[in-house]
C-alpha cells in the first residue's frame, strides 16, 4: 500500500479565493489522481498527473479552474480556483500501489467548504 | 450509458443476512475492478480487487467478476452493523491511461 498524506485536510474558504491542496506520497510513482466528490455524491476524477508532463483532465474540468502540478515522483499539489460555493467538496489524492501498480489507494482527503 | 453503474440503494438487510450488491461496466477491455467501502466522513477503503473470472474470497466479503457480461459483484455474509457505509464499485480502464472511474455508489444498512 501506499501513505498518502493532503494538506488541508479541512477548510472553510470565502468565494471568490483560491486554495492550493498539498498531497506527499511515502514512494515513487509515476501516476496520481485527483478526484473530487460533491455532497451526498459519488467519486469524480478530476484530472491524472504525471511527473514531467501536463496533466490530463477530465471532461468538465479545465486546467484554469484547477491547475495541477508535479514537480516530482512523491508531489503534488491540486488548486480550485476562484472558488464558489459549488466547489464544496472532498478533494482526494490518490495514488497507485507502487509495487503491482493495480491497486489505487487514496488519501484522507481534503474538505473545502466555500462561503 | 455510465461507464460504470450500480444498482441505486440503499440496501438494507437484517444483521447475519448475505448483502449483495451488484455493478455493471461498459468497457469490455477493462482487466481490474475494485470494491471500496466508505464510511461517513471518511476517504474510500480498498476492501477488495479482481481481476480474473470467478469468485474471490476475503474473510466475509466475496468478490464475484464475470467479464463476458461486464459484471462485478460483492457479496457480504454475516452482515454486521459496523458493515453500514456506502459501497464503491471501481472499474480500471488501462485504454485510457489507467483511470478509476466509480460508480455511484449503494449504500448499505445493516439493521441489528
Known amino acids: 500500500s501506499a501513505v498518502i498524506s493532503q494538506k488541508p485536510s479541512r477548510d472553510i474558504c470565502q468565494r471568490g479565493t483560491s486554495l492550493t491542496i498539498q498531497c506527499q506520497v511515502d514512494?515513487?510513482?509515476?501516476?496520481m489522481f485527483w478526484y473530487r466528490q460533491q455532497p451526498g455524491q459519488s467519486l469524480t476524477l478530476i484530472a491524472t498527473a504525471n511527473q514531467g508532463s501536463e496533466a490530463t483532465y477530465e471532461s468538465g474540468f479545465v486546467i484554469d479552474k484547477f491547475p495541477i502540478s508535479r514537480p516530482n515522483l512523491t508531489f503534488s499539489t491540486l488548486t480550485v480556483s476562484n472558488m464558489s460555493p459549488e466547489d464544496s467538496s472532498i478533494y482526494l489524492c490518490?495514488?497507485?500501489?507502487?509495487?503491482?501498480?493495480?491497486?489505487?489507494?487514496f488519501g484522507e482527503g481534503s474538505w473545502l467548504t466555500v462561503v | 450509458q455510465k461507464e460504470v453503474e450500480q444498482n441505486s440503494g440503499p440496501l438494507s438487510v437484517p444483521e447475519g443476512a448475505i448483502a449483495s450488491l451488484n455493478c455493471t461496466y461498459s468497457?469490455?477491455?477493462?482487466?481490474?475492478f475494485f470494491w471500496y467501502r466508505q464510511y461517513s466522513g471518511k476517504s474510500p477503503e480498498l476492501i477488495m480487487s479482481?481481476?480474473?473470472?470467478g469468485d474471490k474470497e476475503d474473510g466475509r466479503f466475496t468478490a464475484q467478476l464475470n467479464k463476458a457480461s461486464q459484471y462485478v459483484s460483492l457479496l457480504i455474509r454475516d452482515s454486521q452493523p459496523s458493515d453500514s457505509a456506502t459501497y464503491l464499485c471501481a472499474v480500471r480502464f488501462y485504454n485510457q491511461g489507467g483511470k478509476l472511474i466509480f460508480g455511484q455508489g449503494t449504500e448499505l444498512s445493516v439493521k441489528p
Open positions: 514512494s515513487q510513482v509515476t501516476m
Open positions: 468497457d469490455r477491455g477493462s482487466q481490474s
Open positions: 479482481i481481476y480474473s473470472n
Open positions: 490518490s495514488v497507485p500501489d507502487a509495487t503491482s501498480g493495480n491497486t489505487i489507494y
